[in-house]
């Protein structure tokens, strides 16, 4: 039996105590004053007083127990065919050398350090080390456009900069080097320094006075036995700032905080994950996301256990086994991957063949999240795995799951479509657009009742207002998730949509989610998307777009056929659903999120801004010539 519901209701009816209980877990340097301060901050702040250090935490408390000679970070880049693995102490040789070279350019406690690296981990070092200086660390995603980069250098006013020579990606190499100094030309901020990594595969020049040689300043530091000491901050003070895009094009800066996230993430470990120290975990993410600062990077270290830094794709490098050989090869127990990287996986491999070439017996659980996970490829990943396949849901705000089903607490029944349920800690609620509660099943907005958990953001940097007005002045008293869904009868959540991605045809309010999920279920079909394209007579028209897998047995023509059929039997006329096209791709992130909203602009005929974070700009051209095809534009 699941000990799911107790423990929400351990949480419910005493939040302070089941917090305070928690965050025993963590090494504080000075307990806190409150475990909760509710006159703090907008909506209050978690283990107000105490004094901590998220790098001793993750590193330095390990050494200190003995467990130095245990495996930390894992590095394996099929690009380079490199793998490489790093202990305790050695993780902490690295961290403090890293550390000294930034406090020797100036970096001291509050001053901010944007980090724009590959997947190696140098990107996860330099995260560390900017904690262990009490540093605030911007991560940007490695490739970012120089625009992009340089605006983020403004807000966040770095007093130095890690990147880089290159980044490496199945057939292209990016060369960091030159996006980093169009940046810094572009922004009105100057850095004082830039650390940067030199990758064999290609080098940089480096600019004298600014420019400072990763590699060789580490490794004199290492040589001359130099170190750094773990400072101590606020639980309260901020850790690090993420980017997050915003609907006005100028990025919103999520803060987190030392205290709270330590406190989370480590509960998280054991609770949700099932993980055990000294086991291996994988988020097979990227550290410019959310999900790499929390399990690439944070919550596994938090927790004394493995955490795997992967450069490479789900298939391509080589072929669609990609993830079962890196699972074999270092005994991952559980991976966490987003819902795309398993669509790709059955378009190439449908039948599942190349997983009984590895040895998985170490491997327990996967868990999805990052966009909504369809039902399909649920059933395909249950079905081949022939393990449990956790969906869960969770946004960069937050830090860690709102929902989902904790396997540590034991899981209960898994419902296709639901990321399980809220998580302690969350008060999630469906409420319609004057904000009153809506019956269970009924389609709304999706909000969680303030105050947020540990971990939760306290605000954005530099900007309060806005902070107010993006996410708590809609809905008072609660955080608007910006998620449109559902809860049940028996208390699952169900997101189906963005808000902004609930269409309205003739007055009737539909989700695209669910629209996509009839889609998706079609044994033809990898991956699919739907939009809501402007229509004169009703409103909108979802418009459905759909990859085929590889070996479809239908044409295009048939399978849009069918799918109009299918649609109409499963939601119904109310649909208009009507047309549906084939290519050869969706637009996507690079962690792998549909650009739905893009692909409206282009089917209405509007300007767009290119996405900052496309993975490939050129989808977009096949994408309108798609819609030109069938005469769909304007």
Known sequence: MSKYPETYAAWQSDP????????????????????????????????????????????????????????????????????????????????????????????????????????????IFAMLACARLGAVH????????????????????????????????????????????????????????CVILQRDTLTCDLTAGRDYDYGHTVAAAITAGEGTECVPVLATDPLYILYTSGTTGQPKGVVRDNGGHMVALKWTMENHYDVK????????????????????????????????????????????????????????????????????????D??????????????????????????????????????????????????????????????????????GKPMPGYDIQVLDDAGHAVPPGTLGNIVCKLPLPPSGFPTLWNAPDRFISSYMAEYPGYYATSDSGIIDEDGYVFIMARTDDIINVAGHRLSTGAIEEVIASHPDIAECAVV????????????????????????????????????????????????????????????GKVLRGTVQKIADGEAFKMPAAIDDPAILDEMSDALRARNLIG
């Open 16 to 123: 302070m105590s089941f917090w305070a209980k928690a965050g025993q877990q963590i090494d504080w340097f000075t307990p806190a004053t409150s475990v909760f301060n509710a006159e703090s901050g907008v909506y209050g702040r978690w283990f107000d007083g105490a004094t901590c250090n998220t790098c001793y935490n993750c590193v330095d408390r390990h050494v200190d127990a003995g467990h130095g000679e245990r495996l930390a970070v894992v590095y394996d880049s099929p690009v380079t065919d490199t793998v490489q693995r790093f202990t305790y102490s050695e993780l902490q040789q690295q961290v403090s050398a890293l550390a000294f070279v930034l406090r020797s350019l100036g970096v001291t406690k509050g001053d901010r350090v944007v980090i724009y690296m590959p997947m190696v981990p140098q990107a």
């Open 138 to 193: 911007s991560v940007v995603f490695g490739g970012f456009a120089p625009q992009e980069l340089a605006t983020r250098i403004d807000d966040a006013a770095p007093k130095a900069i890690i990147s880089a020579s290159c980044g490496i990606e199945p057939g292209r190499l990016i060369a960091y080097k030159p996006l980093l100094d169009e940046a810094i030309t572009l922004s009105s901020h100057k850095p004082d320094a």
């Open 277 to 348: 120290p000294a086991e291996v975990f994988w988020a097979a993410s990227d550290v410019g996301w959310v999900v790499g600062h929390s399990y690439i990077c944070y919550g596994p270290l938090l927790h004394g256990a493995a955490t795997l830094v992967y450069e490479g794709k789900p298939v391509g490098t080589p072929d669609a086994g990609a993830f079962w050989r890196v699972i074999q090869d270092h005994d991952v127990v559980a991976m966490f991957t987003a819902p795309t990287a398993f669509r790709a996986i059955k378009k190439e």
């Open 350 to 419: 449908p039948s599942g063949a190349l997983i009984a070439d590895y040895d998985l017996s170490k491997f327990r659980t996967l868990f999805l999240a990052g966009e909504r996970s369809d039902p399909a490829t649920i059933e395909w990943a249950q079905a081949k795995l022939d393990r449990p396949v956790i969906d869960h849901w969770w946004q960069t705000e937050t830090g860690w799951a709102m929902s989902g089903n904790p396997v540590g607490l034991g899981a209960f029944p898994v419902k296709l479509g639901s990321p």
């Open 532 to 591: 809501g394209k402007a229509d004169p007579l009703k409103g909108q028209m979802p418009l459905g777009f759909f990859v085929t897998n590889d070996g479809a047995g239908l044409d295009a023509a048939e399978l849009e056929a069918d799918l109009i059929k299918l649609v109409r039997s499963k939601i119904g006329a109310v649909a208009a659903f009507k047309c549906a096209l084939e290519v050869k791709r969706l637009p996507k992130t690079r962690s």
